[in-house]
């Protein structure tokens, strides 16, 4: 069975929760999980309840809830989880991420569709092949990117991909290709953000001598590893540790803290804001 | 201004958030935080509301209230955050975790009193007049305990105590105490629940040979270490590390957990059940 | 070019690591790495030096450090890098740690070899062709164990297996197997060992309403899940989380828990004493 | 009784680590610890043993090493565990640093004295009475800081202090004063460097969205915020958080952070090099 997960924010009130509990309510709907979030006079809401028995056609579900909405003057979206979204992975050389994902995906850890995998380079084919996910390698010159980006979407839209994750991708995207995908690109980078952003993050905490490193999951935006923090975590390390030791250790971070972000945007778990993230674990 | 929290548990079923929170609602209460958690067919939820406008008054909220948790079995119990609560602590000769207490106490860190601590010994007499806190030393033998317990009663009514922190306390409290306090005896225990239960976890650490200590917070119930968790957290050690730099890094986890949960405790954001808890936090 | 690792114990005495580094340094090695530890009156080293210019043939220099071992009561044993030590894999039916270790492998993490997969069940089957590993189905009964063992270590005594890598197998070895492996099999047990011992550790902590999850390696002694552990880690986790959820989370940390554990022992990393190990890292 | 530690730097070569050892030996010292480490050609070591038995006097060892020194080129330091270094500890408005190094010190966890604490405000006057420590209000204004810094100096001579504490000062040391301390200032930064240096980290970390808060203490520099790390911690937080709940929660790491760095300053295990540190745990 489906269930009906709705996110909102809008200028804090009083009354929205009870307003929007009651709807569901009065439709016969199961509430499974409600959680609300109040920042900086912004009220924040994921509720997710049961479409079993509910009075309201799927389809008819936001025409009905439009009128609450403007009430409150509430950005909204609403999901339903017997659809899976289709996700597609850019990957350069660096394949732990991918592999991580993929061996999730098949052992069903995650609820969604891979199609697609993207690279500018050749080294992920195999592995694609490996897991039956059709490949594109579409390299990016300094001349040629924007023509490429055309490529890659296409390719995007005829797959009706939902959102990409960028698993080790080393390609800076466009203004205009990030347009098609707001908030529906998944970064991982390399560091505790906002430490050692740019290039060689490793390099650069080997030679800061930090004592701890991180990694940092964040959807794209315009600005270079700016955009909103998903997920981070970090790691102890010691003087002892060459910059191999260090490259080792953080790439199983890298795999945990990619996988998190993708399973709550996967669950819906997830509302951007301000440049944060509110996450309704 | 004050605050109503309300604490919630009752079987699951269709309604009760919006019951709730349009009772809340409709006498012009302003919710400031509100959530809930299903588990095993038990619904749980905590909501709090600025009393600011709210149209019944404080003293009137349980009886209007009533007929809602009788309609859906609740087990229910509200708080107003004017009121602080009343604290004691007990302790023996362990001092780390009554200093840390009594620095966030006085600190502000704490919505509490303190008005009373009492000891099997002698040596927090001193902490305890540094800041200003009562002290009083009932020596606990083999054969004296139950009315030694007696006398901690009489004086923890007559401070009108509401609860008691264990902040390293190295006596067994008898059933007839514990049914006094039924969830209102918070411990500390100096290892990472279930293992190490009992005496002296630090050395069953060290010669079992974990490469991680812990330390958990839990309240006390009939059974020895066995009440529900609150809360526990980890540290990394090494062989390295002799039994006292064991016992010195354990004794900052300790601090830590502890105050977490008498913060946790204060802030009405645990239910238990089940002998588990539920952390609003 | 290879190196020299020596790993020593013995009584702790006056002139022990003079001798040792003495012995290295006449016969014009530069030692890499030198470590030591003193516990409870036992002396531990590991030394590791570069074999260029080293005076010594390798076949001789155990000959030549006979002297200085039975001088000090040494337990010594001495490896050189340039020989990959060969690892058997068991595993059941939970097969991440066995995807992990793989990939490991085949990304050069480990320097072994992998000639060897063994289970009990067939779902690994595919895998291993993957990655072509060689895999063997010796499915175990409650009467068939010890022929069934002796066909398991026919085949490691013909592929020359030095460890064995227990990779989520769920099968009790015999005390008569593991005499043949000492400090040679690494299990990984789900759970933050001693707490939760036995089966279904995940359900256990559950049930218990621990507030951190973890994971244990351990070398398997004859009391099972009692052996030296080689390494744990821990993850918090919170009422919120399904049991599904918590082993999630869990097989994440069993993957780092495990392939740290391999990385360490193929290092030769590793002594164990008193059923405890000391971690030269 | 008293054991010496030799803490040694120098390029990397063959036979510093035997000719060290021996020197030991030979004047029948009994080694306690040793450890060394190489990192870029260069050769780190601290080696403690006691001095029972020794047959150089204390005033002598160093006479006695010299020649070694020097044909290995060292930069070398001895000290000896029956002298406590002497600490003076600098503080502003924030006091749980420095409550919490003072129930350290009373409570025998540092081998050391304490008799002097400065401070531009007049807030800590009191826990320094409680503690018995000597106080000394220095305000410091936009243009009396070099004169101030010389009454520091002077009370800092006088008082034959060997190293300094900033536990919360905020105020930015000049070049001239930190010459006269040079790896002997350390501070606590209640961020995760580099992210966050400068005025308000909490605010910073709280406006970026952060999922984890961290605290440093590292070795002052010229360079604000940019001296080798000695520790680093971190701690999960999440968009419930406020400020206010942040800056409690970092407060606890800061105590951590900081008070390890100060014992193993105190056990001389630390070695500076490169704008990063060895630490020799």
Same mark, same amino acid.
């Given at each position: 069975m489906s269930n009906a997960i709705l996110l909102v924010s809008c200028?804090?009130? !009083?009354?929205i929760t009870a307003t929007i509990t009651q709807f569901v309510y009065e439709h016969n709907g199961n509430i499974l999980h409600a959680d609300q979030h109040i920042d900086d006079q912004t009220f924040f809401m994921r509720i997710e309840w049961s *479409?079993?028995? @509910? %009075?309201?056609k799927k389809a008819d579900i936001g025409k009905k809830f439009e009128s609450i909405a403007k009430k409150f003057k509430m950005k909204w979206e609403i999901h339903f989880t017997d659809k899976k979204p289709r996700m597609a992975i850019f990957v350069s050389k660096h394949l732990h991420c991918l592999y991580d994902l993929l061996y999730r995906y098949r052992s069903g850890? @995650? !609820?969604?569709?891979?199609p697609l995998i993207i690279s500018?380079?050749?080294?992920a084919k195999s592995l694609a092949n490996d897991f039956g996910v059709a490949f594109h390698r579409i390299p990016i010159t300094k001349t040629n990117k924007a023509k490429q980006e055309q490529k890659e979407l296409y390719l995007l839209k005829k797959e009706q991909i939902d959102f990409i994750v960028l &698993? !080790?991708?080393?390609q800076i995207l466009t203004k205009q290709f990030i347009k098609n995908y707001q908030n529906q690109i998944i970064n991982i980078h390399? %560091? @505790? *953000?906002? /430490? @050692? &952003?740019? /290039?060689n993050p490793y390099k650069q905490a080997y030679q800061k001598g930090v004592k701890i490193i991180g990694a940092t999951s964040h959807y794209v935006t315009e600005e270079l590893d700016e955009g909103p923090i998903i997920e981070q975590d970090t790691v102890r390390i010691s003087h002892r540790y060459t910059l191999d030791d260090l490259i080792h250790k953080g790439e199983d971070l890298e795999k945990v803290v990619l996988s998190r972000a993708v399973r709550w945007h996967l669950e819906r778990k997830i509302l951007s804001y301000n440049n944060k993230t509110v996450i309704f674990d």
């Open positions: 200028p804090d009130k !009083r009354g *479409l079993t028995g @509910f %009075s309201i850890q @995650f !609820r969604c569709e891979i500018n380079h050749v080294d &698993a !080790r991708y080393h390399h %560091s @505790f *953000l906002p /430490a @050692f &952003a740019g /290039a």
